[in-house]
């Protein structure tokens, strides 16, 4: 029996007995008491006092009735709220099995009262925490091997080192392998505590302008795009909006860099700044797969390696964009361009 219906039940006997109840011993003692009077009204010695004593009696008795009906009152309501109040408790004991060893467990609740409602609820709150927590453990797993592919080439370099005696063409070989694997890393650590940051939310919402910020991200990257063959076209409109300046600064340096990275020789680069979307990114490459698309926002994830050049990127650029995105209460989405390339558009809510 659903909570509702044993409220419902335990109202309706409760209405019935403080109805009945009261009543039935208001008659039987008006009853005993007409009665009374009838015998108390004889001429026969000593039973005036005896009625006295009678009617003193009873009018105890009521007194004591009266109590003893308001102890099972409360007994009663005590015993019917456990009762009413039993699914609750069963279904708390279920929830407090639930642990990180048996996240996937679900109540799957049958009905539609309110206890059901609830049930389902926690069955969708479940859902949430598992894909959170699955995601935390496939992340630090994930990092773990980003971090210790680099360190066992490190390792390697060092250990032919000291194995032997090199040449100075030799060591200077291995010294830049050994910078190059240590700048990786430091790209990594750098990735990561700049998605940590962002994870946290802003500590500060000043209007700034976003144009301005786009043009000089654009500036410093010019030569990056002309080593690279990628020609840059932006369209840069006034837009101010509220965040941090330097999570705004690391949102389009992710992008920018990314296209460039991703891009064909001799293909272009077109960033533009506006009202809805704030700022749209595209770049010219090969083909995206359309399903491809949204697993590019999760950290460390590539595309095929055909797309994929070495220049050590970890795999966090658009994985960062996604969460200064949602740091500043905006929205990012992606999708293939016309042409081959992807497509970025950025919505940022107006600095009013």
Not at 173 to 195: C, D, K, S
Not at 285 to 301: H, K, N, S, T
């Amino acid at each position: 029996m659903t909570p509702r219906r044993r409220i419902v039940l335990v109202g309706v006997v409760a209405l019935l007995v403080g109805f009945i109840l009261p009543t039935l011993t208001r008659s039987v003692l008006d009853t005993l008491w007409f009665h009374g009077r009838g015998v108390c009204g004889l001429a026969v010695p000593g039973v005036g006092l005896v009625c006295k004593s009678a009617l003193t009696l009873a009018e105890q008795l009521y007194a004591l009735t009266g109590f003893a009906v308001l102890l099972l009152a409360v007994v009663g309501i005590w015993a019917a709220a456990l009762w009413c109040l039993r699914p609750v408790r069963d279904l708390s004991g279920l929830i407090s099995q639930v642990g990180p060893q048996n996240l996937g467990y679900r109540i799957r609740p049958r009905g539609k009262d309110e206890l059901a409602r609830l049930a389902r609820s926690i069955d969708e709150m479940m859902e949430r925490i598992a894909a959170g927590y699955e995601g935390q453990r496939r992340f630090a797993a994930n990092a773990s091997h980003e971090l210790r592919t680099p360190l066992a080439v490190q390792r390697t370099l060092i250990e032919v080192g000291m194995a032997r005696s090199l040449t100075g063409e030799q060591l200077e070989l291995l010294t830049g392998q050994l910078l190059e694997t240590n700048e990786r890393n430091e790209r990594l650590i750098e990735g990561l505590l700049a998605l940590s940051e962002s994870d946290q939310g802003l500590r500060s919402r000043v209007p700034q302008r976003l144009d301005e910020i786009v043009g000089e991200v654009l500036a410093a990257y010019q030569d990056r795009a002309t080593e690279a063959g990628v020609t840059v076209q932006s369209h840069l409109e006034p837009r101010v909006v509220m965040g941090e300046r330097l999570l705004l600064e690391r949102l389009v340096t992710n992008l920018v860099e990314n296209a460039i990275k991703y891009n064909l020789p001799g293909g272009t680069l077109t960033v533009a700044v506006g009202g809805n979307p704030a700022l749209t990114v595209v770049n010219t490459g090969q083909v995206v797969p359309a399903e491809a698309v949204a697993g590019l926002f999760e950290p460390f994830r590539r595309l095929a390696r055909d797309r994929t050049n070495h220049s050590g990127g970890a795999g966090l650029g658009l994985a960062i964009a996604r969460s200064i995105t949602q740091a500043h209460d905006g929205l990012i989405a992606a999708r293939p361009a016309e042409y081959g390339g992807l497509r970025i558009d950025v919505q940022l809510p107006d600095a009013a």
